[in-house]
T-cell receptor, first 114, second 109 residues
């Protein structure tokens, strides 16, 4: 069973609204990253945090932001939601800064923007 | 050109067959190579990870990396209906993972 839990599992928001998605990683997993997975596509890297500091970002606009907390939890915030933001949002964590030993993923939050 | 190319399938094979799944990547800076399995409505599950060129075996699964040709493979021996899922290859370094589109695999009983 995965050690990464995400909440909520499903969410419906209206275009223009703001949303916060949450993730709880395994103890000792200092690196957390977030991905967006559209239907029929592979996950796309949004950003990554190592010990509460952002250390990598994919090709996503600034309205996608995040935080990582000392208790191995993190959140993804998306402002000014657009219809194209509808996707499965995945949180992944690992023990190393480089992710050399693979990331453990949560089951995701399915966001629908109407 | 996408950084990681993967045939989306679907790939349908009979139970017991050997399955070969493949990806190519373009960025020679990628250091780590992984295969994930994703069931419907679930998050990706890590199957294999490798750092350098060569083979790595775990049970019925063998991962192969050829960095000279930028080619990644996953072989599944004695395939089972429970192996039916989407298989994602992923590469990366310290700045997150780049995934292929995923191959939808169907094992027919």
């Amino acid at each position: 069973e995965t050690g990464v839990t995400q909440s909520p599992t499903h969410l419906i928001k209206t275009r223009g609204q703001q949303v916060t998605l949450r993730c709880s990683s395994q103890s000792g997993h200092n690196t957390v990253s977030w991905y967006q997975q559209a239907l029929g596509q592979g996950p796309q890297f949004i950003f990554q945090y190592y010990r509460e500091e952002e250390n990598g970002r994919g090709n996503f606009p600034p309205r996608f932001s995040g935080l990582q907390f000392p208790n191995y939890s993190s959140e993804l915030n998306v402002n000014a939601l657009e219809l194209d933001d509808s996707a499965l949002y995945l949180c992944a964590s690992t023990t190393t800064r480089t992710g050399a030993y693979g990331y453990t993923f949560g089951s995701g939050t399915r966001l629908t923007v109407v | 050109q996408k950084e990681v190319e993967q045939d989306p399938g679907p790939l349908s094979v009979p139970e017991g067959a050997i399955v070969s799944l493949n990806c190519t990547y373009s960025n020679s800076a990628f250091q780590y190579f992984m295969w994930y399995r994703q069931y419907s409505r679930k998050g990706p599950e890590l199957l294999m990870y490798t750092y350098s060129s060569g083979n790595k075996e775990d049970g019925r699964f063998t991962a192969q990396v050829d960095k000279s040709s930028k080619y990644i493979s996953l072989f599944i021996r004695d395939s089972q209906p429970s192996d039916s899922a989407t298989y994602l290859c992923a590469t990366g370094g310290a700045d997150g993972l780049t995934f292929g589109k995923g191959t939808h695999l169907i094992i027919q009983p």
